[in-house]
């Protein structure tokens, strides 16, 4: 428990100064007291993964609301300061972090191991790489301590994956022993450098040239946008002379920080970014002059390698997303349930309990969703095609919606505790603040929307496999009322139907948001239905469903009185800190 914190009082005791602020989420277990996360966890993993790692789930639980929380907030109020020069005037631009930030890429990279967890056996006593949905679950629950760090640790994770499926042998044997090493005396961790001053998200203007020299590559230019900018190696876009325009003269390449001699190599680290948010993790400007590189697979193929990582990358960010936001559900949650107002719980108040509601609804869509796109991650890494689209889909429809979700649920959840939340000892103020990086790295939400609706749905079909899936989903919910489902099945239908108009209409452009949006609440809604229906879940996760079928996809009267009383026993339903019997969602969804 956070020493700072004040104990709690009961509402029926006298209150004195500090007893009347509100507690935070400091010193809980993030696992043991997230019902949603245990359920879909036994959902959607096997039984004997789930058996073989409750007990690290418990565990970093227990971390992220204790040691974690506390070290982020240290790591964000003493960020990493750049050293251009040693004390001899040599150019050694070297970064120093604040020892909490140490102390959490111990945990992360040597505790947990996660850059390594999907790749080699070994990590959390398993007997082979963790699958997907355990390892995104993980990721869940440390970013609700800790947001920055999650940026290296999942870059390391995706790089090694390009220098697994794309490198030659000899690089592979020289990288991949460092990379996936946990002691941090041999370990080199990876990063992803893209954007240029020219190239953003139209990659094809980068500038950065790549010269073949005395038999090794060498390359030329300058990298705007740097996180983790003093990582081991970086992959990176550059064009070879003489290669095409546009994206198709784009080669990848592995860039180390340090040469084989030990010495560095030729490139700076010119400044740090002032940014908003993930103030703990270290991005900068990257200046190359002649900076020694590896080109890894083919040269004509760099920015379809490198955008597998950002693929990867972009499902870290949904999960990233989905964790911040049950972050500041809890936080809401733990203000209203403790916090008196004119004689009351706040909890009490009809217009704060709708608030609640529109902050834990996108929570526990997103977390569905992460559930759901993990499972087909693993299913099409044993090979299963259609789970191969699924995963296509699903991907940018994750990142594009419960990124944009965020932010207004840390704006909510920060509008709830009231003036302390605006303020910087409390964990709000950086929920806000990181909150709107999701929004900018791997894609704007119009260039992930444009992804799903044009590629996605026009291009691969890749919608046709989802809602099959979705479909049989409904099928095996026998235990929702019919008419319930066959409702979803029709917004379903009406829902692809939009997204291949617009798909198939340039002139519809402007509608890609509103397609990608529809989507996601269809996927959504279907499976928290399906969900609920599963012997041992919450089956209020179908009251979730149809609030986002009436208040997301269903036609609202701006003008007309709320007065349906079945969405107030809804939300009470919902508010309720008792189980919940199938009997009374079933009463309420009919």
Same mark, same amino acid.
């Given at each position: 428990?956070?020493?700072?914190?004040?104990?709690?009082?009961?509402?029926?005791?006298?209150?004195?100064?500090?007893?009347?602020?509100?507690?935070?989420?400091?010193?809980?277990?993030?696992?043991?007291?997230?019902?949603?996360?245990?359920?879909?966890?036994?959902?959607?993993?096997?039984?004997?993964?789930?058996?073989?790692?409750?007990?690290?789930?418990?565990?970093?639980?227990?971390?992220?609301?204790?040691?974690?929380?506390?070290?982020?907030?240290?790591?964000?109020?003493?960020?990493?300061?750049?050293?251009?020069?040693?004390?001899?005037?040599?150019?050694?631009?070297?970064?120093?972090?604040?020892?909490?930030?140490?102390?959490?890429?111990?945990?992360?990279?040597?505790?947990?191991?996660?850059?390594?967890?999907?790749?080699?056996?070994?990590?959390?006593?398993?007997?082979?790489? #963790?699958?997907?949905?355990?390892?995104?679950?993980?990721?869940?629950?440390?970013?609700?301590?800790?947001?920055?760090?999650?940026?290296?640790?999942?870059?390391?994770?995706?790089?090694?994956?390009?220098?697994?499926?794309? @490198?030659?042998?000899?690089?592979?044997?020289? #990288?991949?022993?460092?990379?996936?090493?946990?002691?941090? @005396?041999?370990?080199?961790?990876?990063?992803?450098?893209?954007?240029?001053? @020219?190239?953003?998200?139209?990659?094809?203007?980068?500038?950065?040239?790549?010269?073949?020299?005395?038999?090794?590559?060498?390359?030329?230019?300058?990298?705007?946008?740097?996180?983790?900018?003093?990582?081991?190696?970086?992959?990176?876009?550059?064009?070879?002379?003489?290669?095409?325009?546009?994206?198709?003269?784009?080669?990848?390449?592995?860039?180390?920080? &340090?040469?084989?001699?030990?010495?560095?190599?030729?490139?700076?680290?010119?400044?740090?970014?002032?940014?908003?948010?993930?103030?703990?993790?270290?991005?900068?400007?990257?200046?190359?002059?002649?900076?020694?590189?590896?080109?890894?697979?083919?040269?004509?193929?760099?920015?379809?390698?490198?955008?597998?990582?950002?693929?990867?990358?972009?499902?870290?960010?949904?999960?990233?997303?989905?964790?911040?936001?049950?972050?500041?559900?809890?936080?809401?949650?733990?203000?209203?349930?403790?916090?008196?107002?004119?004689?009351?719980?706040?909890?009490?108040?009809?217009?704060?309990?709708?608030?609640?509601?529109?902050?834990?609804?996108?929570?526990?869509?997103?977390?569905?969703?992460?559930?759901?796109?993990?499972?087909?991650?693993?299913?099409?890494?044993?090979?299963?095609?259609?789970?191969?689209?699924?995963? &296509?889909?699903?991907?940018?429809?994750?990142?594009?919606?419960?990124?944009?979700?965020?932010?207004?649920?840390?704006?909510?959840?920060?509008?709830?505790?009231?003036?302390?939340?605006?303020?910087?000892?409390?964990?709000?103020?950086?929920?806000?603040?990181?909150?709107?990086?999701?929004?900018?790295?791997?894609?704007?939400?119009?260039?992930?929307?444009?992804?799903?609706?044009?590629? @996605?749905?026009?291009?691969?079909?890749?919608?046709?496999?989802?809602?099959?899936?979705l479909k049989r989903l409904l099928d095996q919910a026998t235990a929702i009322p019919s008419p319930f489902r066959d409702g979803l099945r029709l917004t379903l239908d009406r829902t692809v139907h939009l997204a291949e108009r617009v798909a198939?209409?340039?002139?519809?452009?402007?509608?890609?948001?509103?397609?990608?949006?529809? #989507?996601?609440?269809?996927?959504?809604?279907?499976?928290?239905?399906?969900?609920?229906?599963?012997?041992?879940?919450?089956? &209020?996760?179908?009251?979730?469903?149809?609030?986002?079928?009436?208040?997301?996809?269903?036609?609202?009267?701006?003008?007309?009185?709320?007065?349906?009383?079945?969405?107030?026993?809804?939300?009470?339903?919902?508010?309720?800190?008792?189980?919940?019997?199938?009997?009374?969602?079933?009463?309420?969804?009919?």
């Amino acid at each position: 428990m956070d020493a700072r914190a004040p104990q709690e009082t009961g509402l029926n005791s006298p209150r004195r100064g500090a007893d009347h602020v509100a507690p935070d989420s400091a010193g809980k277990n993030f696992y043991a007291t997230d019902r949603a996360l245990r359920d879909l966890l036994r959902l959607y993993l096997s039984a004997d993964d789930f058996s073989r790692l409750e007990g690290h789930f418990d565990r970093l639980g227990a971390l992220a609301g204790g040691r974690l929380d506390e070290l982020a907030r240290l790591a964000d109020q003493n960020g990493p300061v750049l050293h251009p020069r040693d004390r001899f005037g040599r150019d050694e631009d070297w970064i120093d972090y604040h020892s909490s930030y140490r102390e959490m890429e111990r945990i992360a990279f040597g505790d947990f191991q996660f850059h390594a967890m999907s790749h080699r056996a070994g990590t959390l006593g398993m007997d082979r790489p #963790l699958p997907a949905v355990a390892k995104y679950a993980l990721q869940y629950l440390f970013v609700q301590a800790e947001f920055g760090l999650m940026c290296p640790i999942s870059v390391t994770d995706t790089s090694i994956h390009l220098i697994r499926k794309f @490198a030659d042998a000899e690089l592979q044997d020289y #990288l991949l022993p460092k990379m996936l090493s946990s002691d941090p @005396a041999v370990q080199w961790k990876g990063t992803q450098f893209m954007t240029e001053r @020219a190239g953003g998200s139209d990659v094809g203007t980068i500038e950065t040239v790549a010269k073949f020299e005395d038999g090794a590559w060498r390359l030329h230019g300058d990298k705007w946008f740097c996180s983790h900018a003093d990582a081991d190696v970086a992959l990176l876009l550059a064009r070879p002379e003489g290669a095409p325009s546009g994206t198709k003269g784009l080669a990848l390449f592995a860039m180390p920080r &340090r040469l084989k001699d030990g010495s560095r190599n030729s490139y700076r680290i010119v400044r740090l970014k002032d940014k908003l948010g993930t103030r703990s993790m270290a991005s900068g400007e990257i200046l190359l002059d002649g900076a020694f590189a590896w080109l890894v697979g083919k040269a004509d193929q760099g920015l379809k390698q490198m955008m597998e990582q950002v693929n990867l990358s972009r499902l870290s960010h949904g999960v990233r997303a989905a964790s911040m936001m049950r972050r500041a559900v809890n936080e809401a949650m733990t203000v209203a349930r403790s916090r008196e107002a004119f004689g009351h719980a706040i909890i009490d108040y009809p217009l704060l309990r709708r608030q609640l509601m529109k902050i834990t609804l996108p929570a526990e869509q997103a977390l569905s969703m992460f559930f759901f796109a993990a499972q087909a991650m693993d299913r099409a890494n044993e090979g299963d095609r259609d789970a191969e689209s699924i995963l &296509r889909i699903m991907t940018p429809l994750l990142k594009f919606r419960a990124c944009r979700d965020n932010i207004p649920v840390a704006t909510g959840a920060m509008e709830v505790r009231g003036g302390n939340g605006y303020i910087e000892e409390w964990v709000n103020a950086r929920l806000v603040r990181d909150a709107h990086i999701g929004v900018l790295w791997e894609g704007t939400s119009n260039i992930n929307a444009l992804d799903i609706i044009t590629r @996605a749905v026009g291009k691969s079909r890749a919608h046709l496999p989802l809602a099959a899936a979705l479909k049989r989903l409904l099928d095996q919910a026998t235990a929702i009322p019919s008419p319930f489902r066959d409702g979803l099945r029709l917004t379903l239908d009406r829902t692809v139907h939009l997204a291949e108009r617009v798909a198939a209409d340039d002139a519809l452009e402007d509608q890609a948001r509103k397609a990608a949006s529809s #989507l996601y609440h269809i996927t959504s809604a279907i499976l928290m239905t399906w969900e609920a229906s599963r012997p041992g879940t919450d089956p &209020r996760r179908a009251l979730y469903a149809r609030l986002v079928l009436e208040h997301r996809l269903g036609a609202q009267d701006p003008l007309a009185l709320d007065e349906a009383a079945s969405d107030r026993e809804a939300m009470d339903l919902l508010l309720r800190e008792r189980d919940v019997s199938l009997a009374e969602v079933v009463e309420l969804l009919s």
